[in-house]
Nanobody, 123 residues
Framework: QVAESGGGLVQPGDSLRLSCEASGRTLISIGAMGWFRQAPGKEREFVAAITWRTGYTNYADSVKGRFTVSKDNAKNTMYLQMNSLLPEDTAVYYC?????????????????WGQGTQVTVSS
């Protein structure tokens, strides 16, 4: 399983750090982990992903330069540092894992989704 945390209500330009902790059988074969988000009335979209052993990363164009994905293998946790937040970043953020070395945009490649954490950017 995975569990997301760290969401909240912030103002435009603020920062937040999300966490995604993996546990149980998920830990046995993680190849990569990814962050996705879903705004009301929209489809789930890719945000960022990272390979679990080597730390290779991939980002959606909309977050490049503002968001940073990282991991702490000792804590079985992936992070998403979000800076310069915009109102359009408002969404429920989910993390998922895959046993493949895949850091692409297809949500169908990931599994073990958590319950999500709400990020709201508003003045």
């Amino acid at each position: 399983q995975v569990a997301e945390s760290g969401g909240g209500l912030v103002q435009p330009g603020d920062s937040l750090r999300l966490s995604c902790e993996a546990s149980g059988r998920t830990l046995i074969s993680i190849g990569a982990m990814g962050w996705f988000r879903q705004a009301p009335g929209k489809e789930r979209e890719f945000v960022a992903a990272i390979t679990w052993r080597t730390g290779y990363t991939n980002y959606a164009d909309s977050v490049k330069g503002r968001f940073t994905v990282s991991k702490d293998n000792a804590k079985n946790t992936m992070y998403l540092q979000m800076n310069s937040l915009l109102p359009e970043d408002t969404a429920v953020y989910y993390c998922g894992t895959t046993d493949e070395l895949y850091i692409g945009r297809l949500s169908s490649k990931y599994y073990s989704w958590g319950q999500g954490t709400q990020v709201t950017v508003s003045s």
